[in-house]
């Protein structure tokens, strides 16, 4: 049973770019869970989405950035325009139904 | 409860000592806890959980202790080794599969 996958790892992306971080949950897990983290810093909760349903965004910037979970595929986490203080490291979760997360590498997006 | 960007707090022991890391949650509704490690350039990694049923709950050589009365949570590793060398974040979730995490502890273990 493969872990959270996450992709790119590292991702480099110019001032006004589109970034799409993905997501694949571990098999079974229909709950995901996306996180930012500058250095030296905690984890910010951004979005917690079940499949197709966006369940709690309270922690995502009401502009650029949105975020999804199909039926089928990844979850994916779209910032659009990227400006420099986007540049974080980007953790996505996923947890069966009831149960502990588990967290995937991390996508690290530099923002040039 | 959540991060709030703060810089992270620090704590150094001796390798071979007992580590004790805190956390203080802000929701009594809380019925689940999480404890993670991250290293370094890695996402966060699951060490031991307990329920809001359980005031203590062991694994091997890290111990979590929680205090609902006062909205605390402990994590003890015992004979801390250089490997121990991380941040620990607790994590508080909600029924309903909410996480909170809370802003982390860097632990610097000293040879």
Known sequence: NAGVMQNPRHLVRRRGQEARLRCSPMKGHSHVYWYRQLPEEGLKFMVYLQKENIIDESGMPKERFSAEFPKEGPSILRIQQVVRGDSAAYFCASSPQEGKAFFGQGTRLTVV | ?111
């Not at chain 2, 991250?38 to 202790?65: A, C, H, W, Y």
């Not at chain 2, 599969?97 to 860097?106: D, E, L």
């Open chain 2, 1 to 111: 409860g959540e991060s709030v960007g703060l810089h992270l707090p620090t704590l150094s022991v001796q390798e071979g000592d007992n580590s004790i890391i805190n956390c203080a949650y802000s929701n009594s509704a809380s019925d689940y806890f999480i404890w993670y490690k991250q290293e370094s350039g890695k996402g966060p990694q699951f060490i031991i959980d307990i329920r809001s049923n359980m005031d203590k709950r062991q694994g091997q050589r890290v111990t979590v202790l929680l205090n609902k009365t006062v909205k605390h949570l402990s994590l003890q590793i015992a004979a801390t080794q250089p490997g121990d060398s991380a941040v620990y974040f607790c994590a508080e979730i909600i029924t309903g599969n909410q996480f909170y995490f809370g802003t982390g502890t860097s632990l610097t273990v000293i040879p």
